[in-house]
């Protein structure tokens, strides 16, 4: 409230991974927004996953009424899948049903593919792209996969790091050289999956 009346705020992000995973207290919190009215004065957005916008798609309309009009989604890229250090959580139909879900409640959606991992081909970027325009959502962003410095991930990996000056940990320099790819050849069809999809929009 101070921020909106003092300096004029009308947007704000909830620096949170997932601040959809407690529901009950998510609840509270649009509650405490639509009882002190702000909503018609100040838009918010989110990160969060499917699986919570699809457990709370009975919600989506009273999240949208506290203000909330802008969730990043973390949806699984073709290449992420078929890995098995990843949690496979979601289906492919239930990304697509998740944005379905977002944009009939009038919510701008952005889905977030990781790219770049070791198994990442030609073959796979294409078909992460195909999902992102099949499920056509509001925004697409391709991030290439980023295991920080010092942490097991990153220790396991070691040997497919070319890049370690960590400025460039920015999630749009690949860092790691997949097996069957360049680094060079990964940012080109990144670059062409955005070229595609926003041309086309």
């Given at each position: 409230?101070?921020?909106?009346?003092?300096?004029?705020?009308?947007?704000?992000?909830?620096?949170?991974?997932?601040?959809?995973?407690?529901?009950?207290?998510?609840?509270e919190?649009?509650?405490?927004?639509?009882?002190?009215?702000?909503?018609?004065?100040?838009?918010w957005?989110?990160?969060?996953?499917?699986?919570?916008?699809?457990?709370?798609?009975?919600?989506?309309?009273?999240?949208?009424?506290?203000?909330?009009?802008?969730?990043?989604?973390?949806?699984?890229?073709?290449?992420?899948?078929?890995?098995?250090?990843?949690?496979?959580?979601?289906?492919?139909?239930?990304?697509?049903?998740?944005?379905?879900?977002?944009?009939?409640?009038?919510?701008?959606?952005?889905?977030?593919?990781?790219?770049?991992?070791?198994?990442?081909?030609?073959?796979?970027?294409?078909?992460?792209?195909?999902?992102?325009?099949?499920?056509?959502?509001?925004?697409?962003?391709?991030?290439?996969?980023?295991?920080?410095?010092?942490t097991?991930?990153?220790?396991?990996?070691?040997?497919?790091?070319?890049?370690?000056?960590f400025?460039?940990?920015?999630?749009?320099?690949?860092?790691?050289?997949?097996?069957?790819?360049?680094?060079?050849?990964?940012?080109?069809?990144?670059?062409?999956?955005?070229r595609?999809?926003?041309?086309?929009?």
């Amino acid at each position: 409230e101070q921020l909106h009346e003092r300096h004029g705020v009308g947007f704000f992000i909830l620096a949170d991974e997932e601040p959809t995973i407690n529901r009950k207290k998510f609840i509270e919190f649009c509650q405490e927004l639509i009882d002190r009215g702000p909503p018609a004065k100040v838009k918010w957005g989110i990160n969060t996953r499917v699986t919570d916008i699809y457990r709370d798609r009975e919600l989506l309309s009273f999240y949208r009424k506290a203000g909330l009009v802008h969730v990043s989604l973390g949806t699984e890229a073709a290449a992420q899948m078929k890995l098995d250090r990843f949690n496979k959580e979601t289906k492919v139909e239930e990304n697509k049903q998740a944005i379905r879900l977002l944009r009939e409640a009038d919510i701008f959606v952005e889905a977030q593919f990781i790219v770049g991992l070791d198994n990442e081909t030609p073959e796979t970027l294409e078909e992460t792209y195909k999902m992102a325009w099949d499920w056509q959502p509001d925004l697409a962003n391709w991030a290439m996969y980023t295991p920080w410095p010092f942490t097991p991930l990153f220790e396991e990996i070691r040997d497919q790091v070319e890049i370690h000056d960590f400025s460039k940990y920015n999630f749009v320099t690949p860092i790691m050289k997949p097996a069957a790819m360049e680094r060079g050849e990964l940012l080109n069809g990144v670059m062409k999956n955005y070229r595609r999809f926003y041309m086309q929009k």
